[in-house]
């Protein structure tokens, strides 16, 4: 078994890092040898200028797990989106959650909110730059899910690797 710690020495871009999170990384037959089992978390305030440290912490997670570059844009498109809704509805920090297991890339973003506005999201008009991207989410993953849970709400989101 390997682990993988991230350090503020690993990631000197992200800044401030919660000390004792790491992200492990394990053998996995078909996915270049790497992971049965991968785990990443990372603390982010809840702060809208704290998005692009998300983005960079799972690309940095992913590439250290060998996950293929599409899915890591994949990823980092669908972690921008779920931090900015943390950011935007929740009210205050957030956990960003990263899971590789049997070739599915697990992403969460934990937050305070109050949920899922009822009847989902529509845009604001034809014109707005904001509410369509829990709908791009869905388009390119292969799940996507809340679920309450203890003081807030998890939006997850499952990405497929290879075949």
């Not at 710690?5 to 037959?29: K, V």
């Not at 972690?79 to 992403?107: P, Q, T, W, Y």
């Amino acid at each position: 078994m390997t682990t993988l710690r991230i350090s503020r020495r690993d990631l000197p871009a992200l800044g401030s890092i919660p000390s004792g999170r790491r992200a492990r990384r394990h053998p996995i037959p078909g996915l270049t040898g790497r992971s049965a089992l991968c785990r990443a978390v990372l603390a982010v305030p809840g702060e809208a200028s704290q998005v692009p440290k998300a983005r960079r912490f799972t690309t940095t997670v992913l590439r250290h797990w060998s996950v293929p570059e599409d899915v890591r844009d994949t990823a980092e498109l669908v972690v921008s989106e779920l931090a900015s809704n943390a950011v935007r509805h929740g009210c205050g920090d957030f956990l960003l959650r990263l899971s590789l297991e049997d070739k599915v890339l697990r992403i969460g973003a934990t937050d305070c909110g109050a949920g899922p506005a009822v009847g989902g999201a529509e845009p604001e008009s034809g014109l707005s730059e904001r509410g369509r991207g829990m709908a791009i989410v869905e388009c390119v993953s292969a799940w996507v899910r809340t679920r309450a849970c203890e003081g807030g709400y998890t939006v997850e989101a499952g990405l497929t690797i290879g075949n």
